[in-house]
């Protein structure tokens, strides 16, 4: 190519081409994101809009509440439970003061149970 059709632009003929590739590189499908799991262990309420947004960003979050008074664990389960319902996610008990928070698009199978059956 030479220095004047670089600067004047690709000839009618590679432009058709380059307008093909584009369409093509648009129209490919996504690939997915991959996602992870967060451990939180918080120990205010403060910290669930950290643990919120790592969920809205498409992770399993796994959240013990242990560290927590009776009145916080609550409110942290409530606040988790709008972000989760506004993502379509779920929310489970998994154990004493132990929840699961995932997204949508993240399929959890499998039952923890309580007690011995």
């Known amino acids: 190519m030479a220095l004047i059709?670089?600067?004047t632009g690709p000839a009618e003929e590679e432009n058709e081409e380059y307008t093909e590739?584009?369409?093509t590189a648009v129209s490919a499908p996504q690939t997915a994101v991959s996602s992870s799991i967060g451990l939180?262990?918080?120990q205010a309420f403060d910290e669930a809009?950290?643990?919120a947004e790592y969920v809205k960003k498409g992770n399993?979050?796994?959240?013990n509440l242990h560290r927590l008074s009776k009145e916080y664990s609550q409110r942290t389960i409530d606040f988790l439970t709008g972000v989760v319902y506004a993502l379509d996610g779920r929310?489970?008990?998994i154990g004493h003061n132990l929840i699961?928070?995932?997204p949508a698009n993240v399929r959890v199978s499998g039952r923890i149970t309580m007690s011995a059956e």
């Open 5 to 7: 059709d670089f600067l």
């Open 21 to 23: 590739e584009t369409k």
């Open 40 to 42: 939180f262990e918080p």
């Open 49 to 51: 809009t950290a643990i």
């Open 60 to 63: 399993v979050v796994t959240v």
């Open 91 to 93: 929310i489970e008990k």
């Open 100 to 102: 699961l928070c995932s």
